[in-house]
């Protein structure tokens, strides 16, 4: 068998539970990059997604209450580029200080720190370079967004330990997630005002929506070793508790839109986000992780509409 064969081989036997069949990083990276890649979530390209998403409904609600900027085509694709390192960086602060509970839940115990495949030391070194990469994005903006790039590591830092002293971590996570929605409103605004405000807080219930039907996947496990979630705190009731996200997120993003004077395109994206998360929630079963990984991943498209909609009405 050929080294390239047996490599390939090695990769998938390596890989993650939830990563994507087939991924680029198993197909085209190079074999002793991809642990590294691994450790960045780079074969799962949902949570680049969802950090995305939030960064262009800042950008485009901004642009439609005040007018498209040339700058704007940088905002997008540098925010783009932004959320994809700072999604990695965060995913390895989070492997590494969960590297102990990781190797106690089988979704997770193959990742790279607990399986051995990248060490603690060069786990610090790849997530400082990627870190820095982001930072020399974030300093082409402006400096309020700047000085809210930088006070979003915070909450950054906290999410990987929120789960040991609260059930709500899944707040935490919204809390870091959809911070780009403040940051790209700034960016392009050089300000904050109400609507990203209302903006964020919206996106909040989003997060605490879509992770925890992501969370019912570890339920069983969480409880073994003592891991606090939203799945395991509603139980039974995660249905009844996501139609209220539902509707906090439409209602808030609603009243984002009307602060910053949108439109009636801006409301339809909103109607869309909002049937989306209904059909998710109409369609999942706490009972099965892979109902709730492919209703987690399917996330993204309601985001999608609702920055579509966003964007044609700013056009209009």
């Not at 969960?98 to 786990?123: C, F, Q, S, Y």
């Not at 392009?188 to 209302?198: E, K, N, R, Y």
Request: aromatic share 12%; hydrophobic share 55%; with cysteine.
């Amino acid at each position: 068998m050929r080294q390239s064969e047996r490599r390939t081989r090695a990769s998938r036997q390596n890989r993650i539970a939830d990563a994507v069949d087939d991924n680029w990083v198993e197909r085209y990276a190079p074999y002793d990059a991809q642990p590294y890649l691994r450790l960045s979530r780079a074969d799962r390209p949902i949570g680049t997604w969802l950090l995305w998403l939030p960064c262009l409904w800042g950008i485009f609600l901004a642009a439609g209450a005040t007018g498209w900027l040339l700058l704007d085509l940088w905002l997008v694709i540098g925010s783009g580029i932004g959320a994809f390192l700072m999604r990695g960086a965060g995913c390895t602060w989070n492997d590494i200080q969960d590297r102990d509970i990781d190797r106690g839940v089988a979704r997770t115990a193959n990742r790279p720190l607990p399986a051995g495949e990248v060490t603690v030391v060069w786990a610090y070194i790849w997530l400082v370079s990627q870190a820095l990469t982001a930072f020399l994005i974030l300093i082409t903006f402006n400096n309020t967004a700047i000085w809210l790039g930088i006070a979003s590591l915070l909450p950054v830092a906290i999410y990987p330990f929120a789960k040991r002293f609260t059930w709500w971590p899944q707040a935490f996570l919204g809390i870091a997630f959809n911070w780009g929605a403040l940051l790209l409103w700034a960016a392009h605004t050089g300000s904050l005002t109400l609507a990203p405000i209302l903006l964020y807080l919206g996106a909040i219930a989003w997060t605490l929506h879509y992770d925890t039907i992501y969370a019912h996947q570890d339920r069983e496990d969480d409880a073994l070793i003592g891991v606090k979630s939203t799945a395991r705190l509603f139980g039974d009731r995660t249905a009844e508790w996501l139609w209220v996200f539902a509707i906090i997120c439409s209602l808030l993003i609603s009243a984002a839109i009307w602060s910053a004077g949108g439109g009636i395109l801006a409301f339809v994206g909103v109607a869309a986000l909002f049937l989306h998360m209904a059909s998710q929630i109409r369609r999942m079963d706490i009972g099965d992780p892979a109902i709730c990984l492919n209703l987690f991943r399917e996330t993204r498209f309601g985001g999608m509409a609702l920055a579509i909609c966003f964007a044609m009405d700013s056009l209009l």
